[in-house]
């Protein structure tokens, strides 16, 4: 082989202007090869994007023997002229002159040989499904959204915080938590009322996985202005629906200064940011995604993008699921913590648009949430979406000492000092939210399940790879 820089095949067939008719050095697996006696034609894929680059070996050059190893899944090196494309479905080729080969994939072990394997089969082999077209263009996606977030909020002057995934705080009562202990769990030091005796575990005291940084992140928030984290939270909820996740990442705001108002214009504003960003950024891969998964991808990210969003008090929207005359599954009536379906009838088929509801009853929400002027709703304020239902979930939160304290004591919450001394101390109005950033990818790439969206997932008795 020549000593040349390897070229990524997304820059080659970004604009081939440049390379054509240059020697060009690219790298990459292969996705299929055809041909016949005389010339045989590669699709190569290296990963930076959807689009494979044919290359052409030409049987005068290339024996046989040489090109055996080529099959589906093998790693190859290839040096040649970068010419335009005589066949159809593709504007640029390479006229192979030299290959290395870097590793095979026996055709009889390998098990992505042919196209249209269902998401289920591919489910089981998490750790070879990346190289599929699906899983490349989801995953890429999914990192442009990443990108994406980091990007709105430095440029509108939040911080980057980072919470604890190991915690103390609410471990208590809080059934969805996973325990961290390096306790010998078949010979647990006890009490003398036989508890556990946590002196002995790592920490001293019962840890957990956080469910969420957000209290945290109000300490960040009532100091540095406005915050945001972004990473994995842990949930040990046996739910198996297609929209939770056991691991999931989630991106939480927190604003100083901010009310519920704000919030929902910042997080409206957000989300459509991030909806456009990919559309413009990751235009290929949501293209093959329509193609193959669903038709009416780009005109829903389209209409979400260019639309306001409904603001709703949740009494209304309970008004208007009892006055629909739908049979439900589930029953609607005042103070219900509404389901799936319910958000659903009223983003998919009453509003035709995404829905932000407000001011829930304050049983069905967290303890920290700021307490209207009825005594019975809070500040809450969740965004529901199309085809996934609640995206964001967030409020502007209680400000004030005496208030915040009697819903700590009424909920029976230990070890709150450190969060109420926010509050003791120059406490402000602020507000916040979190968003499942797992959901916001299933919505952008139209995928069904929460299992495909991130690479490796996590639900209830599935921890492989
Ligand atoms: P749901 O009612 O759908 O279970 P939640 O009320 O438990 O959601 P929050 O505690 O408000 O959700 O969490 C904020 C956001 O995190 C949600 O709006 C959602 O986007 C996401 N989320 C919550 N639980 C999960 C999960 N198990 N897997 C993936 N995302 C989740
Ligand atoms: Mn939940």
């Not at 929207?317 to 379906?341: C, M, N, Q, R, T």
């Amino acid at each position: 082989m020549k000593d040349l820089r390897r070229v990524r095949i997304a820059e080659l067939l970004k604009d081939p202007t440049p390379y054509i008719g240059k020697e060009v050095d690219v790298k990459g697996w292969v996705r299929s090869r055809r041909g016949n006696k005389y010339v045989q034609f590669v699709a190569l894929n290296d990963g930076s994007t959807i689009n494979n680059l044919q290359i052409v070996f030409d049987l005068q050059k290339f024996s046989d023997e040489q090109l055996k190893p080529i099959t589906t899944g093998s790693s190859i090196h290839v040096q040649g002229q970068l010419v335009e494309s005589q066949g159809k479905g593709q504007s640029v080729e390479i006229q192979a002159e030299n290959l290395e080969i870097y590793g095979t994939a026996n055709p009889d072990e390998y098990p992505l040989q042919k196209k249209g394997h269902s998401l289920e089969f591919l489910r089981e082999i998490a750790h070879l499904r990346p190289r599929t077209n699906t899983f490349g263009a989801v995953f890429r996606v999914r990192a442009a959204l990443a990108y994406a977030i980091h990007k709105f909020f430095t440029e509108k002057g939040f911080y980057y915080f980072h919470t604890p995934l190991i915690t103390a705080s609410d471990c208590e009562g809080a059934g969805a938590m996973f325990q961290v202990t390096t306790l010998p769990l078949n010979d647990l030091p006890k009490n003398e009322d036989g508890t556990i005796d946590y002196s002995e575990d790592f920490f001293g005291r019962q840890s957990c996985l956080t469910v969420s940084g957000q209290l945290e992140g109000e300490l960040g928030a009532t100091s540095l202005g406005a915050i945001y984290t972004f990473g994995p939270t842990f949930r040990a909820e046996n739910s198996n629906t297609p929209r939770h996740l056991s691991e999931f990442w989630m991106i939480e705001p927190e604003i100083a200064f901010a009310d519920i108002r704000e919030n929902m214009d910042i997080a409206e504003e957000f989300i459509k940011y991030c909806i456009n960003y990919a559309l413009e950024n990751c235009k290929d891969d949501i293209l093959f995604l329509q193609e193959h998964f669903d038709k009416g991808l780009v005109e829903r990210l389209k209409f979400v993008v260019e639309n306001d969003f409904v603001r709703l008090p949740y009494s209304e929207g309970i008004k208007i699921l009892e006055e629909s005359g739908k049979k439900f599954e589930f029953p609607v009536y005042w103070g219900v913590d509404l389901a799936s379906e319910h958000e659903r009838y009223l983003v998919e088929e009453h509003f035709k648009r995404p829905v932000i509801l407000t001011d829930y009853p304050k049983e069905i929400k967290a303890f920290y949430m700021k307490l209207n002027e009825d005594g019975k709703t809070v500040r809450a304020m969740d965004v529901l979406f199309p085809k996934i239902g609640e995206i964001i979930g967030g409020s502007e939160r209680e400000e004030n000492y005496d208030k915040l304290l009697k819903r700590v004591e009424e909920q029976g919450l230990d070890g709150m000092d450190w969060y109420l001394d926010t509050r003791k101390f120059g406490t402000v109005p602020h507000s916040g939210f979190g968003l499942g950033f797992e959901r916001l990818v299933l919505f952008v790439t139209g995928m069904q399940n929460i299992r495909d969206v991130i690479p490796f997932p996590r639900y209830p008795k599935n921890c492989e790879y």
